[in-house]
Nanobody, 124 residues
Framework: QVTLRESGGGLVQAGDSLSLSCLVS????????VAWFRRNPGKEREFVAAIRRSDGGSDYALSVKGRFTISRDASKRMVNLRMDRLNPEDSGIYYC?????????????????WGQGTQVTVSS
């Protein structure tokens, strides 16, 4: 059984940086592709970034590319999301998700495991 636990959310101002972490238990990160999604009230869940199981390659949504960086530390079983130059549109609940294999599903339906989420609020 894979469990995910997010941490690092909070309230920041526009232009600030924030880092989120996802602690992955139950399987090695070399067997899992891990992604971050976010959801704002009244909006659909949105893909943010993913890091692939096999080579650690990453994908980013266009809205965050160049500002966010996803990384992993297999020894600590952590997947991190560094968020720079935050703006109010980045606010939402951020969820960590994982699936076996390399497919980085941007829709989210292919992920078998989800964390509880962590709130990020960016004030203007």
């Amino acid at each position: 059984q894979v469990t995910l636990r997010e941490s690092g959310g909070g309230l920041v101002q526009a232009g600030d940086s924030l880092s989120l972490s996802c602690l992955v238990s139950g399987r090695s990160l070399t067997t899992l592709t891990v992604a971050w999604f976010r959801r704002n009230p009244g909006k659909e869940r949105e893909f943010v970034a993913a890091i692939r199981r096999s080579d650690g390659g990453s994908d980013y949504a266009l809205s965050v590319k160049g500002r966010f960086t996803i990384s992993r530390d297999a020894s600590k079983r952590m997947v991190n999301l560094r968020m720079d130059r935050l703006n109010p549109e980045d606010s939402g609940i951020y969820y960590c998700a994982a699936r076996y294999g390399d497919y980085t599903d941007w829709g989210g339906t292919a992920y078998n495991f989800w964390g509880q989420g962590t709130q990020v609020t960016v004030s203007s």
